[in-house]
């Protein structure tokens, strides 16, 4: 089997017979390396060649007026630093991708086009190229006020049109499917009323347990937003809460009464949901679009919903407030019109009764029926 080389490096035997090992690395002078290959000393020397090669990339991406150095800059400004730790980790994942790659231009020249040719490249991950539209206006926003640029030349950019409505929400079929499958004495059920029954974010459902319960009232600091949400517990789900144990971490607890984590549990609800049947996609977000519809089913104002949800943009939850609005008013509309046309005959049926008084008969003759003006509503002999 063919030995792998390792990244940049090129060993060869030159023409006097001499083995040559180098390290050539893109952008930088080649520097020579001792062998013989993979012996103490050449590890010795690659590693120290790769560190000085890195820190020279870094030095000459974050120079000033650099695009490295304008991220860098954002990441202590004091809007990046005002988001939740697991926000930062990934808008500073979504950077540092842009970063390796162009962080040594510079700032200034960039221009609309410049971004419309880097978002056409994300063509076929449209929600991609968005996150990444979004992040590069924090970034240029903070290099207009940083004096590094005059305009945000990401704004003018064109915006991925995305065709989808992200998560999908979880329907009363999907609630009575997983509630067939999953028994009430069960950690699945559990974690699935708690997320149906507060509307919390997965981050926020799997830090709850009784230290968050005050009266009849789930308190809690949202982790995404820093919001402090005082959420009355439903009669369904107080059931459910009080066979928790006491002496767990969190009421969403694994076997061991420890706490689960915020990505393996979307995994355990995902996997849940796909043994009772759901689609695939029913994850905990789409039960918070669940908690978010069934409020606005109810009745409830945007306003309403947000004081349980912890939504911080009025804008999202209208469209929850619209789509059962729509609903009510699509029912209201059918029912006017059954009232209004529900037409009653003389001898007091319906006509849409199919009686011996309503029915309309035909001796088997086939008449040519012709307009007003040939035959004055008079069928052809």
Known sequence: MREKRLKYVNVYTDRTGKRRIYLRRPGHPRIALPGPYK????????????????????????????????????YASTEFRALASSTQAVYRGILERFREKHGDGPIATIKTHHVNNLIDEMA??????????KRLIGVFDYAVGAGLRTDNPVRAAKKPKIKT????????????????????????????????????????????????????????????????LHIPVHADLRRFIQKCPRSAATFIS????????????SAYISGAAAKAGLPEGSSPHGLRKAACRRLAEAGCSALEIMSITGHTDIREVERYCREAQRKLLARSAMDKSAK??????????????????????????????????????????
Not at 254 to 265: H, I, P, V, Y
Request: proline letters at 4%; charged letters at 30%; glycine letters at 6%.
């Open 340 to 381: 209004a046309f529900d037409t009653e005959l003389t001898n007091g049926n319906p006509v849409s009764q199919n009686t011996e008084d309503n029915t309309l008969e035909n001796n088997g003759e086939i008449r040519e029926w012709r307009s007003r003006q040939d035959s004055n509503l008079r069928p052809s002999a």
């Open 39 to 74: 012996s103490e000393a050449f590890w010795k020397a690659y590693h120290a060649a790769m560190d000085a090669t890195e820190q020279a990339e870094k030095t000459t991406r974050n120079a000033p007026g650099t695009i490295g150095a304008a991220i860098v800059g954002y």
């Open 165 to 228: 409505d992200g998560h999908r929400t979880w329907t009363e079929h999907d609630i009575a499917a997983y509630r067939a499958r999953w028994p009430e004495d069960t950690p699945q059920r559990v974690a699935m009323e708690i997320l149906l029954h507060t509307g919390l974010r997965r981050s926020d459902a799997v830090r709850i347990g009784w230290a968050n319960l005050h009266d009849d009232l789930i308190v809690v600091k949202a982790k995404k937003t820093g919001a402090e």
């Open 254 to 265: 694994k076997g061991n009464e420890k706490a689960r984590s915020e990505k393996a549990f």
């Open 124 to 133: 076929d991950t449209p929600a991609a190229a968005s996150n990444f539209r």
